[in-house]
């Protein structure tokens, strides 16, 4: 899809021409069914991996190919490449940008630095241009696998009903420059219409544990009590999904809900008096040095 099959003005008249990108690859099933949803009410440009590239954050390359195939640009680059790319690179800018629909949730502050499909959707917000980082979830098992058996059709539906309230909200001074999305998704059909929608914020949990494993050094990640949603009890130690604050991300997962994060970009300064006086002592430190 080039940007030339779509209908314009299906989603409203600010809305034309919307970028589709992921971090599973240009083949993954839950890019072609945002692609094909999309398509069916505005030019849909499609700007991809050629391959997975999950977990690579905003990471940028400076020198990328591509490939023009019959779903759209095959890059050899990173998901923030093909945000860029796409925006910057081609003969028209779009009004939008889908990252998604990923295999599995992106939920809470360190996953979401850590996330290719949400590192997509920051590049575009830097550039100016609003995104939604669409990630689906099993509701039993967290991860839906395998990836094919599984419809997304109703996550690309909450993406498009979202975008004009994005794109109103990018508009406006204190508005989002982007979502954070995850929508429950099923096998061979859509679970979504039956979900409570929320808007939630993600929280920081994370801890990692570092062991020998044979000579080789083993990182163990924990993310919060989402990562015990799909069993009876957390592990020692843990806090019990039971523990999640309904508007977190992570609550919504618990709950079975399509969790929306609204969301923006820089990264916002803090008022911090200790840092503040460590510069002042370091000040003085030198002026008497030179006095």
Same mark, same amino acid.
């Given at each position: 899809m080039d940007g030339t099959d779509g209908r314009a003005g299906g989603l409203g008249e600010a809305i034309e021409h919307v970028l *589709?990108?992921?971090d599973d690859g240009i083949g993954g099933h839950g890019l072609r069914a945002v692609a094909d949803r999309l398509s069916t009410v505005v030019d849909v440009t499609v700007v991809a991996p050629e391959g997975n590239v999950s977990g690579v954050g905003r990471t940028r390359q400076r020198r990328i190919s591509y490939e023009v195939t019959d779903t759209g640009y095959a890059v050899d680059g990173m998901p923030a490449d093909c945000a860029a790319f796409g925006l910057r690179g081609l003969d028209s800018t779009p009004d939008a940008v889908v990252s998604g629909c990923n295999h599995g949730p992106n939920v809470g502050s360190y996953v979401l630095g850590q996330s290719g499909t949400v590192g997509a959707a920051v590049e575009a917000a830097w550039l100016d241009v609003p995104a939604v980082a669409l990630s689906a979830y099993d509701p039993g098992s967290l991860l839906p696998r395998p990836e094919a058996e599984f419809c997304y059709a109703g996550a690309a539906d909450v993406a498009a009903s979202l975008l004009p309230a994005l794109v109103e909200s990018h508009r406006r001074e204190s508005g989002a420059d982007l979502l954070n999305v995850n929508v429950p998704v099923g096998r061979g059909e859509p679970v979504a219409d039956d979900a409570p929608m929320r808007v939630t914020e993600p929280r920081d949990f994370y801890g990692t544990t570092v062991r020998d494993d044979d000579g080789d050094i083993l990182f163990e990640n924990y993310y919060g009590? =989402?990562?015990?949603? #799909?069993? +009876?009890?957390p592990a020692p130690g843990e806090l019990p999904p039971s523990s999640l604050p $309904? +508007?977190?991300? =992570?609550? $919504?997962l618990r709950d079975g809900a399509i969790s929306v994060s609204p969301l923006? *970009?820089? *990264? #916002?300064? *803090? +008022?911090?008096p200790v840092i503040d006086r460590a510069v002042e002592e370091r000040n003085d430190r030198r002026e008497r040095s030179v006095a």
């Open positions: *589709v990108t992921n009590p =989402q990562n015990r949603l #799909a069993e +009876d009890s $309904a +508007d977190s991300e =992570q609550g $919504a923006s *970009v820089p *990264v #916002a300064p *803090v +008022d911090c």
